[in-house]
């Protein structure tokens, strides 16, 4: 079972030393246990770190003790159960504290930090939650690293991922991330640890760039974006990171007088109807049209009649309209 749970190639299964499978679990552990996750806000991906964490501890176990026992893994291809890891504890029912201890001594060299810190893999089990409350300190420092990434309104207005190939100092290999900008935003922290066992903090910055040329550097929260024929804006109206959507739409003198619907293309590429009511220039408000739970803010610009249009007609029904505008007013 620990083929899978250690990701291990099953062909070479003999030729694994025990120093390599501890080094794999020292991979894991560093990237999924519960300590390692405060920084991750999606509960459903925390579950699934936690879960692998579970099942690689499990399996670590077992490999030890095959190398224990047979002097190298012995992969029976017998599946094993992690439907329910209330059923898995017996595995510790006799557990040596010493062996978690010492396991995560060869991880971390701060024998303290392990003691008071970092909480053991056995009561971790046992416990079936956490209850310290003392979140793990490494040993060794972390490098941060802070990222801008560019994004639009369509990445904050869809769940489509992005695959980011990510290129660190002095780490030979690209990390991979994906990211649901709609999710995430503004920021996502991500944990990675490197085959030198260095940790590293990915911090990713996502600022809202539409390519517009007209961004305002005035306010930061008040920029602007440019969608054919719509001219977006957008301003962040609370730290929770609503974000209302500013459109304006031209009417002109008969769309004023009888109403009309003005068809709009919206920042995620599909068309909506504007519904304007006669004699109407007051804003339209759409409720959650904006981004991330904002609102739609539609600003009705009239548009007066132009000389060349006014020239386009005849003389006769120029003075007709100038009589019937003298009427009114």
Same mark, same amino acid.
Request: aromatic residues 12%; proline residues 2%; glycine residues 2%.
């Given at each position: 079972? *620990?083929?899978?749970?250690?990701?291990?190639?099953? #062909?070479?299964?003999?030729?694994?030393?025990?120093? $390599?499978?501890?080094?794999?679990? %020292?991979?894991?552990?560093?990237?999924?246990?519960?300590?390692?996750?405060?920084?991750?806000?999606? $509960?459903?991906?925390? @579950?699934? %770190?936690?879960?692998?964490?579970?099942?690689?501890?499990?399996?670590?176990?077992?490999?030890?003790?095959?190398?224990?026992?047979?002097?190298?893994?012995?992969?029976?291809?017998?599946?094993?159960?992690?439907? #329910?890891?209330?059923?898995?504890?017996?595995?510790?029912?006799?557990?040596?504290?010493?062996?978690?201890?010492?396991?995560?001594?060869?991880?971390?060299?701060?024998?303290?930090?392990?003691?008071?810190?970092?909480? #053991?893999?056995?009561?971790?089990?046992?416990?079936?939650?956490?209850?310290? @409350?003392?979140?793990?300190?490494?040993?060794? %420092?972390?490098?941060?690293?802070?990222?801008?990434?560019?994004?639009? *309104?369509?990445?904050?207005?869809?769940?489509?991922?992005?695959?980011?190939?990510?290129?660190?100092?002095?780490?030979?290999?690209?990390?991979?991330?994906?990211?649901?900008?709609?999710?995430?935003?503004?920021?996502?922290?991500?944990?990675?640890?490197?085959?030198?066992?260095?940790?590293? $903090?990915?911090?990713?910055?996502?600022?809202?760039?539409?390519?517009?040329?007209?961004?305002?550097?005035?306010?930061?929260?008040?920029?602007?974006?440019?969608?054919?024929?719509?001219?977006?804006?957008?301003?962040?109206?609370?730290?929770?990171?609503?974000?209302?959507?500013?459109?304006?739409?031209?009417?002109?003198?008969?769309?004023?007088?009888?109403?009309?619907?003005?068809?709009?293309?919206?920042?995620?590429?599909?068309?909506?109807?504007?519904?304007?009511?006669?004699?109407?220039?007051?804003?339209?408000?759409?409720?959650?049209?904006?981004?991330?739970?904002?609102?739609?803010?539609?600003?009705?610009?009239?548009?007066?009649?132009?000389?060349?249009?006014?020239?386009?007609?005849? $003389?006769?029904?120029?003075?007709?309209?100038?009589?019937?505008? %003298?009427?009114? *007013?």
């Amino acid at each position: 079972m *620990y083929v899978e749970a250690l990701n291990l190639k099953k #062909d070479n299964i003999d030729k694994y030393t025990r120093d $390599e499978i501890k080094n794999i679990y %020292k991979k894991i552990a560093l990237e999924c246990h519960p300590d390692k996750l405060t920084n991750i806000s999606d $509960e459903n991906e925390k @579950k699934i %770190k936690i879960d692998r964490f579970k099942k690689a501890s499990i399996a670590y176990k077992n490999a030890i003790d095959d190398f224990d026992n047979y002097g190298k893994l012995n992969y029976t291809n017998c599946d094993y159960n992690f439907d #329910d890891f209330s059923d898995d504890y017996e595995i510790y029912n006799n557990f040596d504290l010493n062996f978690w201890k010492n396991t995560y001594d060869g991880i971390f060299k701060d024998k303290e930090i392990i003691k008071n810190t970092f909480i #053991d893999v056995a009561s971790f089990f046992f416990n079936k939650g956490l209850k310290n @409350k003392n979140y793990y300190n490494p040993s060794t %420092k972390i490098i941060k690293h802070n990222i801008n990434l560019p994004i639009t *309104y369509y990445d904050l207005c869809t769940f489509n991922k992005r695959k980011l190939r990510i290129l660190l100092k002095n780490v030979k290999e690209p990390v991979y991330i994906n990211i649901c900008c709609k999710n995430e935003y503004p920021c996502l922290t991500r944990q990675y640890i490197d085959d030198d066992s260095i940790e590293h $903090e990915i911090i990713i910055n996502m600022i809202i760039d539409n390519d517009n040329d007209n961004i305002s550097d005035d306010n930061d929260d008040n920029d602007d974006g440019y969608d054919n024929d719509n001219y977006y804006t957008h301003n962040i109206i609370s730290n929770k990171n609503i974000i209302d959507l500013n459109v304006k739409i031209d009417i002109n003198i008969l769309d004023y007088l009888i109403g009309c619907v003005k068809k709009i293309k919206y920042v995620d590429n599909t068309y909506m109807d504007i519904n304007i009511e006669p004699f109407c220039l007051n804003e339209i408000i759409i409720k959650n049209k904006g981004l991330l739970g904002g609102n739609l803010n539609v600003k009705l610009m009239f548009k007066n009649i132009t000389l060349k249009e006014w020239n386009k007609i005849s $003389e006769k029904k120029r003075k007709r309209i100038i009589k019937i505008i %003298k009427t009114i *007013y």
